[in-house]
């Protein structure tokens, strides 16, 4: 049997992608004002960033309870006895524990292995897919962990903000580099690193941010696969991607949407690259060494 691979919303994969790859999305809850929404279930894109807007108060998101899990996992085990469940930064985010805790029960019935992937967005949806692609070609459950635990190290996230109000209101920075935003009146450039959002740099306006960020891409060396996620700015992604695809095999940029589970703490005006580099193996490098080297 195929193992089947499981992830939530905030790995923002677009819908196309999940039905592409076979992929199950578990939707990260969004509350505001008491009520629960279900993250691009009873909540969309443009539904939340409306609400940001307008509403007097700003909503917030929370880990999925254990028994969503435990309900898709049951689905899958009448397909499978393996799966793989990627999950958002456990460093930042309740998600992974709960996922944990939705296959205690459901083991008994199939084999489930749930990995922190130690990245938000499409950091995560890059390591999804890989896992996909991985299962889909016959790897099995040990092969496809192995795997995105390799490919782990190769995430490299970054994000660009308008603002940081909503990153600190939801906690998921330190008030240091929140002030930055406020106080001092400039942009923090933030990545991911093993699982924890720190700061990457600083630039004096968005406009300057949007340059860094596309400089600190263009600084990663070869790439295999590249995203460009956006919350309010498509156009904004697209001159992104547009400058990253000339570093890039055709057709591996891709562009997403942030959803309402981060789109909560990112705001309007968000843009997050995640990318995955390209590691040369010891033999490669020693080949491509030698060819400089020798007289053609």
């Known amino acids: ?41 009873d909540i969309s894109q443009d539904e939340l960033f409306e609400m940001l807007e307008h509403e007097p108060t700003v909503p917030t998101s929370a880990a999925p309870p254990p028994g969503y899990f435990a309900a898709a996992y049951e689905r899958l085990a009448e397909e499978t006895d393996e799966i793989v469940s990627l999950h958002l930064t456990s460093q930042h985010s309740a998600v992974y524990d709960s996922a944990r805790k939705g296959s205690e029960n459901v083991k ?61 209101l939801g906690g998921r920075i330190s008030k240091v580099i929140g002030n930055l935003g406020t106080t001092l009146r400039v942009r923090p450039l933030l990545t991911v690193n093993e699982g924890r959002i720190t700061l990457a740099g600083v630039a004096r306006t968005y406009r300057q941010a949007i340059e860094r960020l596309v400089a600190f891409n263009e600084k990663l ?7 460009v996620v956006y919350s309010t700015g498509r156009d904004v992604a697209e001159a992104v991607a547009e400058r990253l695809s000339r570093l890039c095999p055709p057709g591996k940029v891709r562009i997403a949407r942030l959803g309402p589970a981060l789109g909560v703490h990112g705001g309007p005006g968000t843009i997050i690259t995640a990318a995955k580099v390209r590691v040369r193996s010891v033999a490669e490098q020693a080949h491509n060494i030698l060819r400089r080297r020798l007289p053609l």
């Open 1 to 41: 049997m195929t193992v089947k691979i499981v992830t939530d919303s905030g790995c923002d994969l677009p819908e196309s992608v999940l039905e592409e790859y076979g992929i199950t999305m578990v939707p990260v809850d969004v509350i505001h004002e008491g009520k629960v929404y279900k993250d691009r279930v």
């Open 108 to 168: 008994r019935k199939c084999h489930i292995e749930v990995v922190d992937a130690q990245s938000i967005s499409m950091g995560l949806g890059l390591l999804a897919m890989d896992a996909a692609e991985a299962a889909n070609s016959g790897l099995s459950l040990d092969g496809v962990v192995e795997l995105v635990k390799r490919m782990m190290p190769r995430i490299r996230l970054f994000g660009a903000f308008e603002t940081m109000r909503y990153l600190t």
């Open 221 to 227: 060396g070869e790439i295999e696969k590249w995203s």
